[in-house]
């Protein structure tokens, strides 16, 4: 299951950077993961330094 971003994120792009799959861009109000697009490998979740990420 693809991971998911939720709204303590603050858009400090520090997730985007580590992806593989390049599977997370800017949203309307925060970053957002495209789940067709995500290998499940939590690169991005290590990275989040409000723990905004989580598996979805």
Do not use: K, L, N, R
């Not at 991971?3 to 800017?26: F, K, L, R, T």
């Not at 109000?29 to 989580?54: E, F, L, M």
């Amino acid at each position: 299951m693809a991971h998911v971003i939720s709204d303590e994120c603050v858009s400090c792009g520090a997730c985007e950077a580590e992806c593989p799959v390049s599977a997370i861009s800017q949203g309307a109000d925060h970053y957002q993961i495209d789940a067709d697009a995500c290998v499940d490998c939590g690169a991005c979740a290590a990275q989040c330094p409000t723990g905004a990420i989580s598996q979805g």
